[in-house]
C-alpha cells in the first residue's frame, strides 16, 4: 500500500493540480521551491500523460466501475500516505479485504503498470536533468569528468593515467537467477516507451520559439507520439505480466543478450571515445564484458559444457551481427572514388581481394572491400554460431579466422582513409567499430566458469582411486593434499584412465573442463578468462582445479613466452606478479584459520572495520564528498553496533 502511495503523487489516474504535488529536494525559501517546480515540470507532465493513457485502458479494458475502484484505493492510499489519515487507512485496509480475486489481480496489475511507467518517466527526467547540467559546464557526480578532475587535483597526469588502465582489467559481470520473472516481451514494450518519450522531447524541443497558433505540425506530432504511447500501453495491458514457467538456462541467455544491441555494444565504445577525448590519448580495451549465464554451474545441475557452448554460440551471434549491419552501413557511407582521392598500397590489395565484381563499383575500393569482409563475417557468423546473415551481397567465403583478423582489415581502411585527408569519415561509424571489436571481439564477452571447490574434490577423489594414486583424498589433511596434487601438476603422465567408467559427475566436470579448452580455440583466449571456485578454504582448492585444468597453466606459460603478459617478461614484473599471489593468499589462509577461534557476533563486528578504514581515506586523503546524511548514516551504523556489542562487553566484564 505504501508503495502504491509512493507514486501516487502526480495522480496515476486522475488529474491533480501541480500544486498538489510534493517535490523532491523542495526548498523551503519561495525562489528555491519556485525553482524546484519548474525543474521538476517535465517529470510531472510525463507522468501525467502516461497516468492519464493508462487510466484510459483501463476504463476501456476492464470498464469504469473497475476503473472507479482502483481511483478510490489510489485516493485512499494517497490520504493516508501524505495526510496520516488513520480514517483513510481503515477505510482502505476494509475496501482491500473485500476484493474478489479478479478485482485483487486487477488492482495489483493497474498499480504495478503505474509504477513501471513512473520509473520510466523518472529515468527519462534523469537523463534530461543531466543534459541540463551538462550543457550549464556542471560536472555531475559518478561521471567520467568528475573522476578525471579528482585524478587532476590529486596529481595524476593523463599519461600515468592511461599507463595505468594499458594494464588494468575492469568486467562488469552479467549473471541470472532461475526465479526471475519479468518477460522479454514486457521490457520491449517499456523499452518502446521510453524512446517515444524522448522522441517526444525533441518534438517539443524543435517547436520551442514557434508562435503556438502557426504551428501546425507539432500538435500533430504530439498526437502521433501520443497514439503510440497508448499503444505501447495497451500491449502492456494485454500482455501477461510474469511468467507461467521457469525459466531454463536457455531463456536466461536470450535475457542477457537482450541488452547488448540497445546498450553494451554501443555505449561501451562511446565510453572509450569520451576517455580519449579526455586524456587526448589513445586507451587500451581494460573495459570488457563478462558473463555467468552458461558457464555457473555452482548449484544448477542444468549447466554443463552444453549450455557453455550454447552461450557462446548465442554471443557470437550477437556479435557478429553487430558486425554486419555496421559493415553494410559504412558500404553505403564509404563512396570514395578511386579517381579522385585514390587509397593505399595495402586498402587497394583488399579491394582486389575482395568477390565483388561490379562495374558500377570499380572505382570505389572501400566498397569493394566491405563487401568483401561481409561475406567473410557472414560465413564466420555461419561457422561459429551455424546462423545465416540476413543479407548476401556476394555468397559467403573465406570465414576469418580470428577477430584480430577481422580487426586488421578495419585498420587498413582507417589508415588510407587518415592519410587522404578522410578522419571525419572514420569518426562515426568506422572508429566505434573497431573498438567494438577490440572489446567484444568474437566471444561478445568472457564467459566465466564458476563451481564449487567440493565438486571438485569429488571429482580428484574419483580420478585418484580408480588410477590407485590415492583411495582416501577427501580424508587428507590440507598438507598432503597439497603435496599430493604439487607432484601430480608435475607429472606429465594424464591421471585419466584410459576405458575406465567413472560417474555422471565426474564425466561431466571433465567435459566442461574439455570444453573449454575447444571453446578458447574456436572463439578466442578470452572467451573463457576466469574461473571462480565457490567456498574456496584452502590452497588445496585451488590446486585441484589447476589438475582438472592444466591447460590454464600452458596458457600462461604460453602468453609469457610470446610476450603477451607481463609473466616471465622480466625479472621485477616476475618477482612482484608471483609475490602478489602470496600477499593475497597468505592473510586470507591466516583469516581463515584465525576466524574459526572467534564467535560469529565478533566476526561480523570486524567485516566493518575495514569499510569503515576505506571510507575514511576516501574523505580524509581523496576529499571526496562528505554531506550530511552520509554522516547521519555514519554515526547510526556505529551507533547500532555499539547497542549491539555493549551487552556482550557487560557480560564479558562480569565474568
Not at 243 to 254: C, Q, T
Not at 562 to 574: K, P, R
Amino acid at each position: 500500500m505504501l508503495a502504491w502511495a509512493r507514486y501516487s503523487r502526480p495522480g496515476p489516474f486522475a488529474r491533480l493540480p501541480l500544486s498538489s504535488l510534493r517535490m523532491k529536494n523542495n526548498n523551503s525559501s519561495p525562489t528555491g521551491g519556485a525553482k524546484n517546480r519548474d525543474n521538476e515540470r517535465p517529470l510531472v507532465e510525463d507522468i501525467r500523460l502516461l497516468g492519464r493513457i493508462l487510466g484510459d485502458v483501463i476504463r476501456e479494458q476492464e470498464g469504469v466501475e473497475a476503473f472507479e475502484l482502483i481511483e478510490q484505493i489510489r485516493k485512499l492510499s494517497v490520504r493516508f500516505r501524505r495526510d496520516a489519515d488513520a480514517e483513510a487507512d481503515q477505510t482502505l485496509k476494509k475496501l482491500l479485504k473485500r476484493l474478489s480475486d479478479d478485482q485483487t489481480v486487477s488492482v495489483i496489475r493497474a498499480f504495478t503498470y503505474f509504477s513501471h511507467l513512473a520509473n520510466l518517466a523518472e529515468d527519462r527526467h534523469h537523463i534530461r536533468r543531466r543534459a541540463v547540467h551538462e550543457r550549464a559546464g556542471n560536472e555531475q557526480e559518478g561521471s567520467i569528468d568528475v573522476a578525471l578532475s579528482r585524478l587532476r587535483w590529486a596529481g595524476i597526469n593523463t599519461k600515468a593515467i592511461a599507463t595505468t588502465l594499458a594494464h588494468s582489467f575492469l568486467s562488469p559481470v552479467l549473471t541470472a537467477h532461475p526465479t526471475e520473472v519479468q518477460r522479454k516481451s514486457i521490457l520491449d514494450a517499456e523499452r518502446d516507451i521510453a524512446r517515444l518519450l524522448v522522441e517526444r522531447d525533441e518534438i517539443k524541443v524543435h517547436a520551442v520559439g514557434l508562435d503556438p497558433k502557426k504551428d501546425m505540425l507539432t500538435p500533430r506530432e504530439l498526437a502521433a507520439n501520443e497514439a503510440q504511447l497508448r499503444a505501447r500501453v495497451l500491449q502492456l495491458w494485454q500482455t501477461r505480466l510474469v511468467r507461467s514457467s521457469k525459466l531454463v538456462v536457455a531463456d536466461e541467455i536470450e535475457n542477457a543478450l537482450s541488452y547488448y544491441e540497445p546498450t553494451f555494444l554501443r555505449e561501451i565504445p562511446a565510453i572509450y571515445a569520451n576517455l580519449e577525448r579526455e586524456l587526448n590519448q589513445p586507451v587500451h580495451s581494460f573495459l570488457r564484458m563478462g558473463h555467468w549465464i552458461g558457464g555457473d554451474r555452482d548449484g544448477n545441475p542444468n549447466v554443463g559444457a552444453h549450455t557453455m557452448a550454447m552461450a557462446l554460440a548465442r554471443q557470437a551471434d550477437v556479435a557478429l551481427r553487430h558486425y554486419l549491419t555496421e559493415v553494410h552501413l559504412m558500404g553505403s557511407e564509404l563512396s570514395v572514388s578511386d579517381l579522385l582521392v585514390g587509397c593505399s598500397p595495402e586498402m587497394r590489395a583488399l579491394a582486389d581481394a575482395s568477390p565483388d565484381t561490379s562495374e558500377h563499383r570499380k572505382d570505389e575500393p572501400y566498397r569493394r572491400a566491405l563487401t568483401g569482409i561481409y561475406a567473410r563475417l557472414a560465413a564466420s557468423l555461419r561457422e561459429l554460431s551455424g546462423n545465416e546473415a540476413a543479407r548476401h551481397a556476394v555468397a559467403p567465403q573465406n570465414p576469418y579466422a580470428s577477430a584480430a583478423e577481422f580487426l586488421a582489415d578495419l585498420r587498413t581502411i582507417e589508415a588510407s582513409l587518415n592519410d587522404r585527408h578522410g578522419e571525419a569519415l572514420t569518426q562515426q561509424r568506422l572508429r566505434p567499430l573497431i573498438r567494438a571489436v577490440q572489446v567484444f571481439g568474437f566471444h561478445l564477452a568472457t564467459l566465466d566458469l564458476r563451481q564449487s571447490s567440493d565438486k571438485h574434490e569429488e571429482v580428484i577423489t574419483e580420478l585418484l582411486t580408480t588410477a590407485r594414486v590415492e583411495s582416501h583424498y577427501a580424508q587428507l589433511d590440507e598438507m598432503a593434499k597439497r603435496s599430493l596434487l604439487l607432484r601430480l601438476l608435475n607429472d606429465a603422465r594424464p591421471l585419466r584412465v584410459v576405458g575406465a567408467q567413472y560417474s555422471a559427475h565426474t564425466q561431466s566436470e571433465l567435459a566442461v573442463f574439455e570444453s573449454a579448452r575447444q571453446m578458447r580455440q574456436r572463439y578466442g583466449a578470452e572467451a573463457i578468462r576466469h574461473y571462480i571456485i565457490s567456498h574456496t578454504e584452502s590452497v588445496s582448492d585451488l590446486l585441484e582445479v589447476l589438475l582438472l585444468a592444466p591447460f590454464a597453466l600452458c596458457y600462461v606459460i604460453y602468453l609469457a613466452m610470446t610476450g603477451q603478459a607481463h609473466f616471465g617478461t622480466n625479472t621485477s614484473d616476475t618477482v612482484l606478479l608471483a609475490a602478489s599471489g602470496l600477499v593475497t593468499a597468505i592473510p586470507l589462509i591466516l583469516y581463515a584459520n584465525g576466524a574459526k577461534l572467534l564467535k560469529l557476533s565478533t566476526i561480523g563486528i570486524m567485516q566493518y572495520i575495514a569499510p569503515t578504514i576505506v571510507f575514511g581515506i576516501a574523505v580524509f586523503i581523496f576529499h571526496e564528498p562528505f554531506g550530511l546524511s552520509k554522516l547521519i548514516a555514519f554515526c547510526l551504523i556505529w551507533v547500532a553496533l555499539a547497542i549491539y556489542s555493549l551487552p556482550i562487553l557487560k557480560r564479558r566484564g562480569k565474568g
